[in-house]
């Protein structure tokens, strides 16, 4: 007799689609039969710098103890990560990535007769944790493709548990200063946990650039999320953190699956910590990629979303999956969002300035292919 075995999974699992990655490189060669050397991926927000020297010494130097488990409290990255921000070790919690502290943290504090909060057009994560633990996902409608901050704390009620607040946000770039924040927190009761995350925090600049970790000492009800994928250029090593309060990282700690880092990863992200000229070259490289794309955007006369991040998204019209699998066909992966409820837009993470021209060089001969450019 058959069996159904969708039928045996929780009912919020049962409703959800598998999340829909960038498309590898490999993936794509295979498809069209092209040469992999030949091929760009702009696709997942990635550090086109390749990782650090320094990361790639640390990590080929703990290959050497492959056999052995990895230190399941993460010592010398907590201690570095301590002595970086100012925090105690014991308000930090270590991750397979960001996202899995993302799950951890609503595993730990929401359940089936709870609410979780979150913005229209933000971080998939956010919904597909909620809906897998059965909670109430509660999606306020963006504003400016952005947070709409004080609708989203008018959306607090008795149920509440959980805020999601991306921090630059994914996949628009939107992002709200320390102002804006700090007001928001004032309207979060104390009994409401937000998860601030700022996985793209390294991008900000400006006088009112947000850090999630200064409004940490006042409001013991946040958790900040960050990672080693994005500046710091570790995304296939798999490794982030959270800071709170102790007191939540006990709690959180308590559900984190013993090892869930590697020995490699802990020592790549320990080592590259101390590397700030790779860091500002990823903030300068960005800055020139981001002003690149957005002057190109306007010769063509796309509208696009301005971004603080290291991606930015562009309105390519009605036919942008039309357009997504041309540029597929010119050797260019690109990111669409439709997915997020923006049929219309193209995500497009920045690169070296010779892959941002060739992106560019591909989306206009599309778009004059397509009669939509001149």
């Known amino acids: 007799m058959a069996i159904d075995y969708q039928s045996l999974a929780v009912s919020g699992v049962q409703a959800l689609s598998p999340y829909q990655p960038g498309k590898p490189i490999a993936e794509l060669a295979r498809e069209l039969g092209l040469n992999p050397a030949d091929i760009i991926k702009l696709a997942s927000n990635e550090n086109p710098l390749g990782p650090s020297p320094k990361a790639v010494q640390a990590a080929q130097k703990a290959m050497g103890e492959l056999c052995l488990y990895p230190d ?4 010398n990255l907590k201690q570095a990560l301590a002595k970086r921000f100012t925090v105690e070790t014991s308000q930090l919690t270590l991750g397979n990535g960001s996202n899995d502290l993302l799950e951890v943290i609503a595993r730990c504090f929401a359940s ?6 979150y913005s229209q057009y933000a971080f998939a994560v956010y919904p597909i944790v909620t809906q897998a633990i059965g909670a109430r996902g509660v999606c306020v409608p963006a504003q400016h493709w952005g947070h709409d901050l004080n609708a989203m704390a008018e959306a607090i009620t008795d149920r509440t548990k959980l805020i999601f607040v991306a921090n630059p946000n994914n996949p628009t770039g939107t992002v709200h200063g320390a102002k804006a924040l700090k007001a928001f927190m004032d309207k979060v009761p104390a009994r409401v946990l937000v998860v601030l995350d700022e996985a793209y925090c390294e991008y900000m600049q400006g006088e009112d650039a947000a850090d999630g970790l200064v409004l940490l000492p006042d409001y013991p009800n946040l958790i900040v999320c960050r990672t080693f994928s994005k500046a710091w250029g570790l995304a296939a ?3 982030g953190y959270s800071i709170s309060s102790a007191a939540i990282a006990n709690i959180l700690n308590r559900v984190r699956q013993p090892f869930n880092v590697g020995s490699v990863s802990l020592a790549a992200a320990t080592a590259v910590l101390g590397d700030e000229a790779y860091l500002n070259e990823a903030r300068r490289v960005n800055s020139d990629g981001l002003a690149q794309l957005g002057a190109a955007f306007e010769a063509m006369g796309l509208s696009y979303i ?8 562009v309105d390519v019209g009605e036919h942008a999956m039309d357009v997504y699998q041309a540029l597929l066909a010119h050797g260019v992966i690109v990111r669409p969002v439709a997915g997020y409820g923006m049929p219309r837009h193209l995500r497009v993470s920045v690169g070296l300035a010779k892959e941002n021209a060739r992106f560019i ?3 206009s001969q599309t778009l004059v292919a397509s009669g939509q450019g001149a």
């Open 306 to 313: 301005p971004s603080t991040a290291n991606f930015i998204a």
């Open 112 to 117: 089936a007769d709870d609410e979780v909060i």
């Open 237 to 239: 090593l798999r490794i």
């Open 72 to 75: 399941g409290n993460g010592f």
């Open 361 to 363: 060089e591909a989306l």
